[in-house]
């Protein structure tokens, strides 16, 4: 039976616990329940009494494709509110053979206390002086610990946007390529690790054994089926290994949602210089990858590695939401300078879409040009220093709306919106509004029914069926984060009509316990509850799960669409 | 019949309006009223939707004593919630004699407007441009305006601070010695009113009649009578015009109850250098005035000439808060610095209790030494320029504690705490978490019975009876301010049996409406009920009625007291 592991980072001491009242749970279903059953709603968020919970899923260390996603917990600097953010790497794989179901950070040293690395092995935690990483930037501090520990390592560590609190940070996670490429990218995860005075955490390379599932060959079986399910369909097996996630560059321009100019317009003029086709001719031409793993056992091979026009490596985990956020939203038209600021963010570790959107606000309050990309990796370059202007930025839109004057803010409970107008796109309209987490796209695609056209038709311009969408994906990606899957798998799933039930078998099979598809979905919507159970204690309402007036009184160029829920309609998506 | 003054800052138009439906409101009553039904909830308090508003008391342009207080009215930049803000100055009693109830600002203009003065004369309002006042301190703009309008000027004009919609921002009105030194000073108003881009309204010194009571007999009685309970009281009498109000220094340090180091203790060690007879002793031996009023018709003469060493003019409007907070909760021992910072403040046009607090966060985040004077004004200097320390500074403690990653942070609604310990004062504490304001000492100043024992003896560090104490001040306070009147009569009304009665026939005297004790305690409960659902549109919920959790888990030398409300327990002081 796998265990939690339970480090205070003020004291040092640790103690491998048996899983108790959070057996069957896994992934975020396991960080959000720990998370509202232990931390106090009202604490602040960098205060002792918040928590920072690492969980692999039910199918976590298992060979089933697609399903080594991480779930980050914690309560979030940005938004006030729970936090799961969910990231690729090596990190949830290597857990379940150490032996871990999750890693719970709690407590925190004194402010004066140097950052320490955690290295965890069989039985043991030892607390490391990380005097010698300390204030680097991600990558150099990931090369270093690879010198230590070798090629073998699985780590996660922060940059000086953690260690200096920032509101955005991210806690980078090693990827299959030795990169500290992955990211819990929203939320701001990495202050939460920042303010425990954690600067990395190792699991060690030479611990750990090969996990097996409890009914092998029913897992056989199942995992075969759901290898063609991944492979049948266009967007995982074609769309998406071709040109990334930036296929939907074009798409969503097409589709006149794709936000431009701080979410003024729906299109924007130069998107041929910034779409998936032509970053995937730069990448070949440049000898780069177009298609990469975030996991191993990953068969979409969504990712990328964009080289300079030297053919030096510059970034991998270049998503579609980094390329709008600093390309359409802040109007920068070269594709070089979006591949420079996404590589920063990630050594400074900073969440591509809040910065790529607090650029934008920089940039509405006459801080820097519209659409100059050196100006705004200067900006974004003084985040983790002493400068008060990387405080400002490192902090997020709200905050940099605050500093700045800007009173356009695209953000719900705090947290800013990724590459999806939520007047065009209103099946993630509604998901931005209601989740717990604040605008986040990935709680409940429905860009697939809006604009995919994937698992039904609905028509993104209308509210007639979207609030009922947004539901049955938060449910569902609810759930999907909680076995370990990465979110795309829904894509397959939604056009087939085996899908949920091949999902459930994996878990069956794998773990040994009954797992039906309803308890699949009641897994999903378990988790939503403890999100929402914890959101409200800590003083949300539904008035907190709405939009903007701006989207009520701007329509978006060029269908002229606008926001037109009220707050009781849209209580609806919620469980 | 008074009118309401409508400008519509953008277009330029303005309406002078019967009063409809905001009949028999005056001062607070009224602002609460206008931005409750008016201001959309859930806009943004920079936007176009949000309106401003400047209304006289129902007692306005009368001669009762101490009844020449305004009201200024919005949606605070500050806390998000609904603001009432109080000042002295000529403005309130100017306005009935200019045939005004309430001047309210709407729309806004372009982002790149020039900043304009509003001249308002008989039946007129036009639009000035103030190019050339724009950007400076606001001594040298109203010195301008003085040169321009003549010694009989009134007028009020926000700072840089305003001008670059600084969530600190004040706005500041002549006092009558010709000096911007009232201010309207908490939540943020400047900045509603540098975002609507006025940096100054002038009311016509040329234009205005002397308004009599309706009933002039029973009004000379009451009058005489209401002077008389003024004149009778020790606190209004001797200890407020002797000291000043920072008679206080020394009792509220003896109660243990002074807060010391951000929060951290209920004593200082130097305060015999920052008390109120310290200070009178310094105004004497310079040729300053030790008493002046904020208004005419004040017999209490609380306010101050502060004089530098040369006897040079330096503040006046030195307020206990602000000797406190600089003083005693950022530890700034020289008094002469701390009036250099009061100085600064009314220049750049910021609320001193909120910039004291601020520069105790910029300490304990390491930005400066603790008690370092000299270092706090360089910091604060740089509020109102470009400077992004100055954007951080200028937008208060929530805003700072975010930029360096400080924790402890006290706050209610984003607002921080006046100067006394919540632990050790609980009937203000009570206020401070239920007030719609935000944490504000003057809407419910348990400090009466608590400390001073006026009025009642009820113990400031047991929760028994200070709910109810918090409430029925509450009320009372709202209709102070509702009538006009300065807060310092409470301590007066309070300990006498006729005070209340006093008051409402001096409304009934001098309006002509019939006007009972019963409608005084109406209007209080009315105005409370108007901010309450404000607030609760706004997103407001009891969970935001609530102190910080290190009042609870820390407790407050040299008493040891700590917070001990449970939230449902505080839903008593509301109405």
Sequence with gaps: MLKILRINTRTKEYAFEEVGPYANLGGRALTSRVINKEVPADCHPLSSENKLVFATGLLGGSTAANSGRLSVGTKSPLTGGIKESNSGGLFAQKLPKMDLLAIILEDKPAEQAPFSTIFITDGKVIFKDATDIAGMYTY???????????????ACVIGPAGETVRKTATIQFTDPYKRPARSAGRGGTGAVMGSKKIKAIVLDPEFGERVGPVDADAFKVSRKTWVDILQGHPV?????????????????NEAGALP???FRQGQVDHVAEISGEKIAEIIESRGGKTTEGCHPGCVIQCSQQYNDKDGNYVSSGFEYETVWAFGANAMIKDIDDIAALD?????????TIEMGNTVAIAMDGGIIPWGDGKAAFELLRK?????????????????????????RLPVVKNQSMPAYDPRAVKGV??????????????????????VLKVGGDIDGHKKEGNVELSKNLQIATAAIDSMGFCLFVAFAVLDCDNGVQVMADLVQSYTGNSFSVDDLVNLGVGTMKDEQEFNKRAG?????????????????????????????????AKV
């Design 260 to 262: 431009g100019k701080n």
């Design 343 to 351: 590589r920063l963010c990630d050594e400074i570790g900073m969440d």
């Design 540 to 572: 949300f309402t539904k008035m907190d799960d709405k939009l903007p007036r701006f989207f009520e009184t701007d329509p978006l160029p060029p269908h002229g669409v606008v926001w037109d829920y009220d707050e009781d309609e849209l209580q609806g």
């Design 383 to 407: 985040v983790g220093t002493d400068d008060p202007m990387g405080m400002i930025m490192g902090n997020g839109v709200v905050f940099a709306g605050g500093a700045f004057g800007v009173e």
């Design 236 to 252: 995982t097996s074609q769309g998406l290994p071709a040109f990334g996630t930036s296929v939907l560059v074009n798409v969503i």
């Design 140 to 154: 150099p501090a990931h090369d270093k610990l690879l010198a230590e520990y070798g090629d073998k390592l699985c």
């Design 429 to 450: 309209g509604v998901t931005y509004a209601t989740t717990a987490m604040g605008a986040d796209h990935t709680a409940g695609y429905g860009v697939t029914a809006n």
